[in-house]
């Protein structure tokens, strides 16, 4: 579970509801369901007739990712590449095909059988660049969907408080009653700017942000991936790729090195 995003929810809705009770607001009063559906049922609307369905089947996948992304374990995969290089300065590159299938991860298999076969540095980057831009595609989407949905969400809450308004207009013979007609309207610019605010928006962030961060991880394993190739010695190897991500091994082994370039 992402504890960051869920924490931000609850903070952001708490913090608002909690604000309002505190003015002495009824809670009560901000559920109307004509408003919500005005809003949301225009917001999803719009959000089906502005995007082919094979963007719109990337939603679940997208939100799947937000609530569960977990960070990267750099240190592991330092310490995975590191035995790697061991492996090739030992046996070759020709052992990486065996060390491929050990592997748990597609993405390293998947270099280390191109390894093996003895492809040029160049395709072997290209290929796989090519893959991360196709993990890339899949996420994009959904942020675009979010994206327009936010954008679109505030402008349903207005049109549902202008259809409230018009409403209350056309019959004014209850002064008594007018005060609380007119706050009931604007509840649709509330669930409007709200949901944009609250719900779309941060999610297109979010998406975002795990997308760079999973770029970022795949870049380091074809760093080290090409490093390997390129025969650097395994300790080189290591300083290299911690460098490259700031020294943040998750304190996994340093003293490896002394069993290395054997």
């Given amino acids: ?10 903070v952001g809705f708490g913090g608002i509801v909690f604000g309002y009770l505190e003015e002495e607001g009824v809670l009560s009063s901000l559920i109307k369901i004509s408003a919500a559906a005005i809003v949301f ?46 492996i090739a300065r030992r046996d070759g590159l020709l052992a990486l095909e065996a060390a491929a299938e050990k592997s748990e991860d597609a993405f390293i298999q998947k270099g280390l ?20 831009d196709a993990k890339d595609r899949e996420l ?22 202008v259809m409230g308004m018009v409403s209350i207009l056309r019959d004014m013979s209850d002064m008594d009653t007018l005060g609380g007609k007119i706050a009931t309207a604007f509840i649709a610019t ?22 760079e961060m999973e ?25 290299s790729l911690e460098a490259r991500i700031g020294g943040d091994n998750g304190g996994k082994g340093k003293d490896k090195d002394a069993v290395a370039e054997k």
């Fill in 113 to 132: 059988n191109f390894l093996a076969d003895g492809v040029e540095p160049d395709f072997l980057r290209d290929v796989l660049s090519s893959e991360i």
């Fill in 215 to 239: 770029r970022e991880y795949f870049e380091v394993i074809i760093d080290g991936l090409l490093l390997i190739q390129d025969g650097v010695a395994p300790s080189r190897l290591r300083e």
């Fill in 41 to 86: 049922g225009g917001t999803f609307g719009i959000m089906f007739m502005g995007n082919p369905m094979s963007r719109v089947k990337q939603i679940p996948k997208a939100v799947r990712v937000v609530f569960t992304y977990k960070p990267r374990n750099y240190g592991a995969l330092v310490d995975q590449l590191f035995e790697i290089a061991n």
């Fill in 1 to 10: 579970m992402n504890i960051a995003y869920l924490i931000g929810i609850i």
């Fill in 190 to 211: 509330m669930y409007g700017v709200g949901s944009a605010n609250l719900l779309w928006l941060p999610m297109a962030s979010h998406i975002k942000s795990v997308m």
């Fill in 140 to 161: 994009e989407g959904a942020a675009a969907v979010f994206e327009g949905m936010g954008g679109t969400a505030p402008t349903m809450g207005v049109l549902g408080t």
